[in-house]
């Protein structure tokens, strides 16, 4: 049975000195010291320099920024942030996908990031995250489902999601994309 993130990321913790050579802390200070600030620079540092594979070096990055759902203090505050400002016309686009998704199951979980959501399952199915000023983009896991339309390849947008939906008002949420959503939950 798949582990919730909170226990993959306490694994990961706890067999961080065993295959690192540094606890959890000894990375944070390594960090703090750098004089870095953002994620990727973290990550280019941990994997670049010092050769942790993908998985430690994001956790050590999301712990130091605090900014993963498990490490934040405040989730609605993340959430908060993602549509403050020239993105605050964006909310209710991302309340209306949340209210279609909820309506899934009671086994939905929401897992705030710094940058996006992470709507979860017993796996990731979707992300909702505000990509500019004017537009929200829905990244969905749809193996095996080609793209066409509206439903592009995810490319760069994220690596961590097959398809991807730009929206760019509340309408946009409709049966067309609820069904998408639906099929990811329903696979995952």
């Known amino acids: 049975m798949a ?4 226990e993959m990321k306490a694994v990961m913790i706890a067999g961080l000195r065993d295959k690192t050579g540094k606890s959890l802390e000894e990375w944070l200070k390594i960090l703090r010291s750098s004089k870095l600030s953002r994620h990727k620079e973290f990550m280019n540092l941990l ?6 594979t993908h998985g430690f070096a994001n956790m050590i990055a ?6 993963d759902s498990h490490s934040a203090t405040d989730t609605d505050a993340l959430v908060d942030a993602q549509y403050a400002g020239s993105r605050s016309g964006l909310r209710p686009i991302y309340d209306a996908v949340l209210a279609a ?3 899934f199951g009671k086994d939905v979980e929401v897992s705030p990031k710094k940058a996006y959501v992470s709507l979860r399952r017993s796996k990731q ?17 749809l193996k095996g489902i080609a793209p066409g339309g509206r439903l592009e390849a ?22 067309e994309l609820v069904g998408w959503l639906r099929q990811a939950y329903d696979a995952s």
């Open 154 to 175: 995810s490319g760069s947008f994220n690596a961590m999601v097959s398809h991807r939906v730009r929206l760019e008002q509340p309408g946009a949420v409709d049966k």
């Open 101 to 103: 998704v909820r309506k």
């Open 62 to 67: 999301l712990q130091a920024l605090a900014s």
């Open 3 to 6: 582990k919730s993130p909170e």
């Open 47 to 52: 994997k670049k320099e010092h050769g942790l």
């Open 125 to 141: 199915f979707a992300i909702i995250q505000p990509s500019t000023a004017t537009r929200v983009d829905v990244g969905i896991n």
